[in-house]
């Protein structure tokens, strides 16, 4: 079992940066590849990144990509995804998930409960 938590949401002014963390606690967090995955209100949750359990390879889509940068602290438990140049479009709640570097959710095991993240025009 792993828990995931994530912090660092908040509003923010189109263009400008944001920082979320997730922290996991349990299982050996280095064991795990993880995932960031976003909801707007009304559509589905979408991919937004993911990185390996070393740290390398990143993926990202082509919505966020040159934008964010996911990483990880393997020696902290912590995940991160540095979100820059935001638009109103990444407006959604932030989830990450453990146990896969797929773009697919079915593929992750194990999700935390979404920080939100509001970029006003």
């Known amino acids: 079992q792993v828990q995931l938590v994530e912090s660092g949401g908040g509003l923010v002014q189109t263009g400008g940066s944001l920082s979320l963390s997730c922290a996991a606690s349990?299982?050996?967090?280095?064991?795990?590849?993880m995932g960031w995955f976003r909801q707007a209100p009304g559509k589905e949750r979408e991919f937004v990144a993911s990185?390996?359990?070393?740290?390398?390879?990143?993926n990202y889509p082509d919505s966020v990509k040159g934008r964010f940068t996911i990483s990880r602290d393997n020696a902290k438990n912590t995940l991160y995804l540095s979100m820059n140049s935001l638009k109103p479009e990444d407006t959604a709640v932030y989830y990450c998930?453990?146990?896969?570097?797929?773009?697919?959710?079915?593929?992750?095991?194990?999700w935390g409960q979404g920080t939100q993240v509001t970029v006003s025009s």
């Open positions: 998930a453990a146990g896969s570097v797929s773009r697919l959710q079915r593929d992750y095991r194990y």
């Open positions: 990185i390996s359990w070393s740290g390398l390879p990143t």
């Open positions: 349990g299982r050996t967090f280095s064991d795990y590849s």
